[in-house]
């Protein structure tokens, strides 16, 4: 039987999450610390509170999944709370880095009930009123492989994500970081520079703008403080990824002063080539979690790009 919900953290990835789980049939309710926020919710039909010590008793009753959804920066505060109201429940979250927030989880003692989480879906949207309920629907879910997650926790956590919509790529907390550097965060950081480099044409400039700047610069409309906090958090990946990046774009720079820009974009379109080849990988099917190297296997089948498309029975 999948057990309740509890959702901290309002906004457009808490909110929608709420929103699924409710249509999945979960009993789910939520908190969130600006009060509009929560009427906002209750009034759209679904359980909602400022009051985070009576969500989080609620929650220690009915053994709920407890769900962290706040930015990165309030994470620390709401473990808190978790720890001294509901230190029992099974814990995870869907904050955009992982290693961070599994850091404070051991800090305040939840390392043995939390299993970490992050689906990779959104828009430059935010807040409560942004949410749906299909926004996870066929998103790749990351659901953390970390040595030493409980087998019972870690079922919880992917049959959300699968209650959801999604479907469940298992990744270290620390590879994870790395990919969402490159495939997340450095993006976010190419859109600011984008959007500054249009505007600081002038007007003509803008005027001239068409898709290519369109795309390359929608994910700068997301909430500058959403952005850094995400980045930030993750500050030592992006700064690898981001001065590999810069190498390349020095290299795309020289070669204009006399070469041929032939070689930046060949590889670019081979690159972007195979990430359209990608398609569906083999589900994964034979791991059953809590048998012997089962955290192993999964990081195994996540490398190769593999996904969790049902929920494995556990062995006996």
């Not at 009993?27 to 009576?54: P, V």
């Not at 001294?84 to 305040?108: F, G, I, M, N, W």
């Amino acid at each position: 039987m999948s057990v309740p919900v509890c959702v901290l953290g309002l906004g457009l990835i808490g909110g929608s999450l709420l929103r699924a789980a409710s249509a999945a049939g979960r009993t789910a309710y939520g908190y969130n610390r600006s009060g509009d926020a929560a009427a906002a919710a209750s009034a759209d039909g679904f359980e909602a509170s400022a009051d985070l010590g009576g969500v989080l008793a609620r929650a220690r009753a009915d053994g709920a999944l407890i769900v962290i959804a706040v930015p990165m920066p309030a994470v620390n505060s709401v473990l808190k709370a978790v720890a001294e109201h509901a230190p029992q429940c099974p814990l995870t979250d869907v904050v955009s880095v992982k290693e961070p927030v599994a850091a404070l989880a051991r800090k305040h003692g939840l390392d043995a009930r939390y299993v970490g989480g992050h689906p990779m879906a959104g828009t430059a949207e935010s807040g409560w009123a942004a949410g749906d309920a299909e926004l996870f629907r066929n998103a790749r879910w990351v659901v953390s492989v970390d040595s030493g997650r409980d087998p019972v926790v870690w079922k919880h956590v992917v049959r959300l994500a699968l209650d959801c919509g999604s479907v469940v790529v298992p990744a270290e907390s620390g590879e994870h970081d790395e990919a969402a550097a490159r495939i997340s965060h450095l993006p976010h950081l190419f859109a600011e520079t984008l959007a500054l480099a249009g505007a600081r044409g002038g007007d003509l400039t803008l005027a001239l703008a068409a898709g290519s700047f369109r795309d390359g610069t929608r994910v700068a409309g997301t909430a500058p403080a959403l952005v850094d906090a995400m980045c930030e958090a993750n500050a030592d990946a992006l700064r690898r990824v981001l001065d590999e990046a810069l190498q390349t774009l020095t290299a795309a720079r020289k070669a204009l002063a006399g070469d041929s820009t032939a070689e930046l974009t060949a590889a670019g379109f081979d690159a972007h080539q195979r990430y359209l080849r990608r398609g569906e990988k083999s589900a994964i099917t034979a791991v059953s979690p809590g048998a012997p190297g089962w955290l192993e296997e999964l990081r195994a089948a996540g490398r190769r790009g593999e996904a969790l498309l049902t929920l494995p029975e556990e062995r006996s």
